[in-house]
Every structure is written in structure tokens, then in C-alpha cells.
């Protein structure tokens, strides 16, 4: 392990009288085995740890960063939400080189905004694995007064390796439900009441599937690399600064200060108007500084527990007896609305939170009545809390600008309209139906103000992140809309974010839930008179069109029958086999290509022989698409002449048990149940016009 520091004044910038410094560190980028959630694990680190050490600076600093990449793969290093010339931004091939394995690449930018931001790998998964770290730029004389301050990295840690995450993840999308207990079978929906039936019913009728908070089950979540990590001392009365990232590769958290309301005073780096918190729901990718006090003289749990409720980790500020943040019961999926997240937390006390808004000052009123009449529309779709504690702060309806934040209104306006796309079940995420590798660069002009509406069209979260710029989040706060570089878009939700086009080049825009990048939520912002980015790059730069393979082998009493596939995120190769235990069977080999969400045609063979020796070799193409509650039509034309239709569908009955049936128009139909007895091994048994009845086990590749 090797960290240098050194700083020294550059001697050329003192005759202007500023004290502008060099600011150096060298940092290896090596595997190291760890053991963060029970067993080791071979991870990659820097600088010797994880998180990686924080690299601090002030404002007009000269920053100059070495790593040197000792690992047998490329790697890559970004400067999250930090302000740098596009060559330094560190987007492989689209900003930056790869840092090539075994050699060294040198950073060096001056630091033009103060703040709390991170830095992390942008290849491949190596985030996932551990190449994450703290940044910490302040100003030249501190406008925030504190006694005290301490870093809070929070990430989430998985044991397995980050690409057979993402790989069970193509496999299904709900992999790790049962892992993380999300499972949604009908028996508890039953359990949960009529409403819970309701909206099961209509999301399968408007082929949603069931919601979920998170895609992966993950072994622990960590407070700067441990799940329970001592930050340090503190006295009550003290001023405590807590610069908190979410450094998670997928993880949204709550987060919970057990001596009280945290104070917000900036996010992604900018200050804001202070605003008190109980909890605060960090996306991927954020960060928020918070100013905390401590009641007594005792030590206290700052608790970020992720979104779904499936774990947490603590912080520990100040020293003696722990106190505990309060428990919040999981969020029940089963009661959530479509569209509007909307958690057991508040339904179970729907009041709650509008008790607290009533209470509250109207002093920001009158602020609002001044404010001009742009923000108005959007204000009136906002409920707005002003001033007072928030309970339960989700969005950044409540964050306001210290000053205007408005861009000149001479400036010429463009607006994009971003649909946030994707499927769960393929697991491929999109930007208007199109994953990175199949999309056009998003073209602007320098001096625009360029406006992103971004429209999520799927059930799940996504952590928005534009490189190289600062947006404003029209959050209904008028001309104090606050800057921010990486937002939260929520299930089925819609957020306008805007930029003054400022720099040249090229910039990634991307969805920050690592999994989602890697499956093509992503793109290329370019300045149309400096872009360097042609069709080459983002090639090169995407990863969506890796290809994965998977196989179910099933043996059973009556049949032996499986598939092997091998897809990407538009083209699968099928080949699908039932033998009964005698001379009759089934091989069916096809390529499939996917068209849209729920739209495929295909084309391939049959080869069937039965039990008196006949054989029939027949060739076809075809169509499947997913009718409403999810079933599956298919109709296909053979190469004799026959034309066949068939559904098919299934429904997860209790946690671990799944029914699914299919019929077809040669009156042939089969009805199956499985119990999952593992993620990978399966007991199963089912009854068909085939091959009868039978029953054995089920084995996932
Ligand atoms: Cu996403």
C-alpha cells in the first residue's frame, strides 16, 4: 500500500495573491481479500482500503492524482459530481483512457467547487467490488461553523462476484426475492387484504408484474467498509458535520439519527438553506451533509438502512452507551400503489406527516408569493413543506437554493424527453426504448439551457447522474430550485431537471444503479461543434450487449426435458429438449429477437419423434407476446403448412411455490408445479397430454 501526500504553495499563482497549492496523492489500485460480511473475498481496493481514503483539498487547488493499477484488468477512475475538464472526467474511452493493468495514469484538475463528493471506478463492476472513495473539498474560509466532522461512506457489499450478480439477474429479474423475502405470491397478497389484491390485479393487467425496491440481494450494508463502524468522539452541545455518500452500487437508504433531527446544509456538494430531517432517503450516488448534536453524553446510532428493508448499517457517533435509531417496520410492497411508492409507514399513519406540515411556520410564504411565476405549475404539483422537521424527507421538494439559481432567460432553451425504460424480466434497462449501444448521442449546443424531462416508465428507482455539469431540480422552488448532479427518479414518477451548457465535449448521462448502467441506461450527452464521440466509442464504452449463458436441466420420473439459452439484451439463442425415458422426444432449437417490452418473433426447428418410430423435422418462424395479466401468446407458422397458437402463463402461489401451465391449439397442454428448495434446485412435478404425469428435480445453470 502505498499513500503520498504532498502538498506545497505553487509559487507563480502567491504574486496574485491567492494561495493556491498542488495537492498530490498516489494510490494503488490492487486485490486485497476482505472479509466484510462473513467470508473472504477477493476485492479490489484502493489505496489499501474500502472505502478508499478520502483525498482532500480546497478550492483553486491544483489536484494531482496518481493511481497505479497493479490488478490484471483494466480499471478506470470518476470524479463524481466534481467540476473537471472533460479529459479528466474519467469515463473510459468516452473521456479518458482506461488505466491499462499494471501501469499508472495521472489526474490533475483545479478544484473549482467545494464540497462532499466520492470517486469510484467506471469499468465494468469494479465499484460493486470495492473502488469507492471519499472526497472532501472546502472552501477557502468555511462559511459553516462546526466543532467537528466526520466522513460517512455508505455501500452495500455482496459476496458473490458482481458479474454472476448481474448474470442471475438476466437469468430472472427476481432472483434474489426470495433472498431478500420480497417475494410477492398470491397467498399473501390475499393475506393483505382486498387492496393488496387490487393493485396485484392491475398491475398484471397492465403487465407491470409485481413491484420490488431493489434487484439485489445483497450480504450486508456497510458505514465506511464495516457494518458497524465507530466514527468518534463528540460532546452534547458540539456542532457535528456528517458528510454522508451513498456509495452503494444499488442500495437507496433511510437514514436515521438516534440523538435527533439532522440539519441538511448542503446536497451533492452545494450548500442549501438548512432544512431539519428525521429521516432522509439517500439515493444511489448522493450526497447530503447534515449537522448533527448529540442530546447527552453518550454514543449514538446514525442507522442507513436500505430502501427495502432488508438490512442496514450504523455509524457510531460520540463514545459510552449506544443508543439505538428507531426501527421502521419493511415497506409492504403489497400495499404500495402504482406509481406512488407509497409505504406501510404511511399508511399505517397516514396523518403523520401532514400533522407536521400544518404545524409548520408560514415565514417561507411569503417568499413564494415573490417568486416568479415559472416555478408556479410545478409548485402546485408539489406538497411543500416549509421550514419544520420533515419526518420522512423522499424527494427534494423541501431542498431550496442559498441564492437564485435561474440561468439567463436570453439563453436559447432545449428539451429533451427522457423515457426511463426497462424490464424486469430480461433485466434490461433503457433510455426510450434504447440501451446505450443501440442509441444516438443526445446532441446540445454550448449556451443552451438544456432541459431533461425524464419519464419513469418502470417500477423501480432510478438514480439519474449527469457528468460535468451541475442541474437545476425543478422541484417547485421557483428561482431557488437547488443544483444537484445525480437525482432520484421515482417508480412510474416524472422529474425535470435543467442545465446551461457550459463545457465541450462529451458527458455520460446514466442511470447510477450500476446494474442498470451495465444493462443500458445510459448515454452520451455531446456538444455538437467538440463532440469526440463517434459510434466506435460508445461501443466500446457500453457493456449491454455482453452475452450471457443459462441452462435448466430437469429429471424426472416420466421426461428428462431443459433448455440451454445464451441472450443479450435484444438476441437469444434457444434450444429447448423433452425426452421421455423410451424413443420419443421433442428438440426444438430457436433464435429469438426481442422487438419490445413484450413483443418477440423467433425462427427454428422442430424434431420430434414418437413412440412408433415416426419422425417429423419441420422448420418455423413465430411470434410471442405478453397478453395482459401476463400471459404469454405464441403463434407460429411451421414449414409444413401447420399453424399452432398456445398460451401459457405462471403464478407464484406461495413463497417458494410456483404453478404454470400452457396450452396449445393441437390440444396439447401441460400443468406444472414447482417448490424451490434453493435459488438453483428445484423439486418438480407436472401432469400433461405427453408425457402424463411425473415428478423429479430441477436444476438451474
Ligand atoms: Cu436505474
Given at each position: 500500500m502505498r499513500i503520498f501526500l504532498v502538498v506545497f504553495l505553487l509559487q507563480p499563482l502567491l504574486a496574485f495573491g491567492a494561495e493556491a497549492a498542488v495537492v498530490e496523492y498516489e494510490l494503488d489500485i490492487e486485490y486485497q481479500t476482505v472479509n466484510k460480511a462473513g467470508r473472504p473475498v477477493r476485492a479490489m481496493v484502493v489505496g489499501g482500503s474500502i472505502p478508499a481514503p478520502t483525498i482532500e483539498a480546497t478550492l483553486g487547488d491544483l489536484l494531482r492524482v496518481t493511481f497505479h493499477n497493479k490488478m490484471d484488468v483494466e480499471t478506470s477512475i470518476h470524479w463524481h459530481g466534481v467540476l473537471v475538464p472533460p479529459q479528466q472526467d474519467g469515463v473510459p474511452y468516452l473521456n479518458t483512457l482506461p488505466i491499462a493493468a499494471h501501469s499508472?495514469?495521472?489526474?490533475?484538475?483545479?478544484?473549482?467547487?467545494?464540497?462532499?463528493?466520492?470517486?469510484?471506478?467506471?469499468?465494468?463492476?469494479?465499484?460493486?467490488?470495492?473502488?469507492?472513495?471519499?472526497?472532501?473539498?472546502?472552501?477557502?474560509?468555511?462559511?459553516?461553523?462546526?466543532?467537528?466532522?466526520y466522513v460517512v461512506v455508505f455501500s452495500d457489499w455482496t459476496n458473490e462476484r458482481p458479474k454472476d450478480v448481474l448474470r442471475h439477474l438476466k437469468r430472472e429479474g427476481?432472483?434474489?426475492?426470495?433472498?431478500?423475502?420480497?417475494?410477492?405470491?398470491?397467498?399473501?397478497?390475499?393475506?393483505?387484504?382486498?387492496?393488496?389484491?387490487?393493485?396485484?390485479l392491475r398491475s398484471a393487467w397492465t403487465r407491470m408484474g409485481p413491484m420490488d425496491l431493489s434487484d439485489v440481494g445483497y450480504d450486508a450494508f456497510l458505514a465506511n467498509g464495516e457494518q458497524v463502524h465507530r466514527?468518534?468522539?463528540?460532546?452534547?452541545?458540539?456542532?457535528?458535520?456528517?458528510?454522508?455518500?451513498?456509495?452503494?452500487?444499488?442500495?437507496?437508504?433511510?437514514?436515521?439519527?438516534?440523538?435527533?433531527?439532522?440539519?441538511?446544509?448542503?446536497?451533492?456538494?452545494?450548500?442549501?438553506?438548512?432544512?431539519a430531517v428525521k429521516r432522509l432517503r439517500i439515493a444511489v450516488a448522493e450526497t447530503y451533509d447534515v449537522i448533527v448534536e448529540l442530546p447527552d453524553n453518550l454514543a449514538y446510532e446514525?442507522?442507513?438502512?436500505?430502501?427495502?428493508?432488508?438490512?442496514?448499517?450504523?455509524?457510531?457517533?460520540?463514545?459510552?452507551?449506544?443508543?439505538?435509531?428507531?426501527?421502521?417496520?419493511?415497506?409492504?410492497?403489497?400495499?404500495?400503489?402504482?406509481?406512488?411508492?407509497?409505504?406501510?409507514?404511511?399508511?399505517?399513519?397516514?396523518?403523520?406527516?401532514?400533522?407536521?406540515?400544518a404545524e409548520m411556520p408560514t415565514a417561507g410564504m411569503k417568499e413564494m408569493a415573490e417568486m416568479p411565476t415559472a416555478g408556479i405549475k410545478e409548485m402546485a404539483e408539489m406538497p411543500m413543506p416549509l421550514g419544520g422537521?420533515?419526518?420522512?424527507?423522499?424527494?427534494?421538494?423541501?431542498?431550496?437554493?442559498?441564492?437564485?439559481?435561474?440561468?439567463?432567460?436570453?439563453?436559447?432553451?432545449?428539451?429533451?424527453?427522457?423515457?426511463?425504460?426497462?424490464?424486469?424480466?430480461?433485466?434490461v434497462w433503457s433510455i426510450n426504448n434504447r440501451?446505450?449501444?443501440?442509441?444516438?448521442?443526445?446532441?446540445?449546443?454550448?449556451?443552451?439551457?438544456?432541459?431533461?424531462?425524464?419519464?419513469?416508465?418502470?417500477?423501480?428507482?432510478?438514480?439519474?447522474?449527469?457528468?460535468?455539469?451541475?442541474?437545476?431540480?425543478?422541484?417547485?422552488?421557483?428561482?431557488?430550485?437547488?443544483?444537484?448532479?445525480?437525482?432520484?427518479?421515482?417508480?412510474?414518477?416524472?422529474?425535470?431537471?435543467?442545465?446551461?451548457?457550459?463545457?465541450?465535449?462529451?458527458?455520460?448521462?446514466?442511470?447510477?444503479n450500476l446494474y442498470h448502467m451495465a444493462s443500458g441506461m445510459a448515454r452520451v450527452v455531446s456538444y455538437e461543434a467538440s463532440s469526440q464521440a463517434d459510434k466506435s466509442v460508445i461501443?466500446?464504452?457500453?457493456?449491454?450487449?455482453?452475452?450471457?449463458?443459462?441452462?435448466?436441466?430437469?429429471?424426472?420420473?416420466h421426461q428428462l426435458?431443459?433448455?440451454?439459452?445464451?441472450?443479450?439484451?435484444?438476441?437469444?439463442?434457444?434450444?429447448?429438449?423433452?425426452?421421455?425415458?423410451?424413443?420419443?422426444?421433442?428438440?426444438?432449437?430457436?433464435?429469438?429477437?426481442?422487438?419490445?417490452?413484450?413483443?418477440?418473433?423467433?425462427?427454428?426447428?422442430?424434431?420430434?419423434?414418437?413412440?412408433?418410430?415416426?419422425?417429423?423435422?419441420?422448420?418455423?418462424?413465430?411470434?410471442?407476446?405478453i397478453l395482459p395479466m401476463l400471459i404469454t401468446a405464441d403463434l407460429r407458422l411451421e414449414t409444413n403448412g401447420d399453424v399452432h397458437f398456445g398460451l401459457s402463463s405462471e403464478l407464484r402461489l406461495q413463497k417458494r411455490l410456483k404453478f404454470d401451465w400452457e396450452w396449445n391449439t393441437d390440444e396439447e397442454y401441460e400443468i406444472g408445479l414447482e417448490y424451490e428448495l434453493s435459488k438453483t434446485v428445484l423439486i418438480r412435478a407436472s401432469f400433461g397430454s405427453e408425457y402424463e404425469a411425473g415428478a423429479g428435480l430441477l436444476v438451474k445453470f
Open positions: 499508472s495514469f495521472t489526474f490533475e484538475f483545479t478544484i473549482r467547487t467545494a464540497g462532499t463528493y466520492w470517486y469510484h471506478s467506471h469499468t465494468g463492476l469494479h465499484e460493486q467490488r470495492g473502488v469507492y472513495g471519499s472526497l472532501v473539498f472546502r472552501p477557502k474560509v468555511e462559511t459553516i461553523q462546526v466543532d467537528r466532522e427476481e432472483y434474489y426475492a426470495l433472498q431478500k423475502d420480497s417475494v410477492q405470491s398470491w397467498d399473501r397478497v390475499i393475506a393483505n387484504g382486498s387492496r393488496a389484491v387490487r393493485n396485484r466514527l468518534g468522539p463528540a460532546q452534547p452541545g458540539e456542532r457535528v458535520r456528517l458528510r454522508m455518500i451513498n456509495a452503494a452500487a444499488s442500495s437507496y437508504f433511510d437514514i436515521e439519527f438516534a440523538g435527533g433531527p439532522m440539519t441538511i446544509i448542503s446536497a451533492d456538494g452545494i450548500d442549501l438553506q438548512p432544512q446514525l442507522r442507513a438502512t436500505s430502501m427495502d428493508g432488508t438490512g442496514y448499517a450504523t455509524a457510531i457517533l460520540g463514545e459510552g452507551e449506544i443508543v439505538r435509531a428507531p426501527v421502521h417496520p419493511r415497506p409492504n410492497l403489497f400495499l404500495m400503489d402504482m406509481g406512488m411508492a407509497m409505504d406501510m409507514e404511511m399508511a399505517d399513519q397516514p396523518m403523520a406527516g401532514m400533522k407536521e406540515m422537521v420533515i419526518g420522512h424527507m423522499k424527494d427534494y421538494g423541501a431542498l431550496r437554493a442559498l441564492e437564485s439559481t435561474e440561468y439567463g432567460a436570453a439563453a436559447p432553451r432545449r428539451q429533451h424527453v427522457l423515457e426511463l425504460t426497462g424490464n424486469m424480466d430480461r433485466y440501451t446505450l449501444s443501440e442509441a444516438d448521442r443526445i446532441l446540445i449546443r454550448r449556451g443552451e439551457v438544456v432541459r431533461f424531462v425524464l419519464v419513469n416508465k418502470t417500477m423501480m428507482n432510478h438514480p439519474m447522474h449527469l457528468h460535468g455539469h451541475f442541474f437545476r431540480v425543478l422541484n417547485g422552488q421557483g428561482a431557488l430550485s437547488p443544483l444537484k448532479h445525480t437525482i432520484d427518479v421515482g417508480p412510474m414518477s416524472t422529474v425535470t431537471i435543467e442545465f446551461e451548457a457550459n463545457e465541450e465535449r462529451d458527458w455520460f448521462f446514466h442511470c447510477h461501443r466500446k464504452l457500453a457493456e449491454d450487449r455482453h452475452w450471457f449463458a443459462f441452462a435448466d436441466l430437469a429429471v424426472m420420473s426435458s431443459g433448455r440451454v439459452w445464451a441472450a443479450n439484451s435484444r438476441h437469444r439463442f434457444e434450444v429447448e429438449w423433452d425426452f421421455d425415458w423410451r424413443d420419443e422426444y421433442e428438440i426444438e432449437p430457436v433464435y429469438v429477437r426481442n422487438l419490445s417490452r413484450w413483443l418477440d418473433v423467433y425462427a427454428g426447428g422442430t424434431f420430434e419423434a414418437d413412440e412408433d418410430g415416426s419422425r417429423e423435422n419441420v422448420g418455423m418462424i413465430g411470434v410471442r407476446y
